[in-house]
């Protein structure tokens, strides 16, 4: 059987974030429409060094190996969250995105009202009870 396209993991973790982003935004958007008074925001916790790539390529953990002495350690990482979770300057900002405890302008896909709702509504067709 010829395979058409293969899985590449890079494009894979690519998607699911504008998905998380995404999401978010159209939770927010639905929520505040409904008056709801909860905030939802997207983040990027930055690049972690853990154990994430332990099952991945040869190219991947030599990589690894050069860039861990750039990226975060858990707690740094776990900032962004603390932050919108605990901070009052935060307190009713929903719907953005944040990155290293600031908000952060997203890719321009990621703020596509439109590709929000469609994946929403997809979300919704998958999940729906038979």
Known sequence: MCQLFSYNSYYAYGQSKL????H???LARRLKEEGAGITINALHPGVIATNLSRHSNFMSVVLYGVFKHFQKNIPQGASTT???ALNPKVKGVSGEYFAD???????????????AKK????GMELTKSK
């Open 101 to 115: 405890n600031n908000a952060y302008k997203p890719s321009d896909k990621a703020n596509d009202v439109e590709l």
């Open 82 to 84: 603390c932050y919108l």
């Open 119 to 122: 994946l929403w509504e997809f």
């Open 19 to 22: 998905a998380n982003i995404l």
């Open 24 to 26: 978010a935004k159209e």
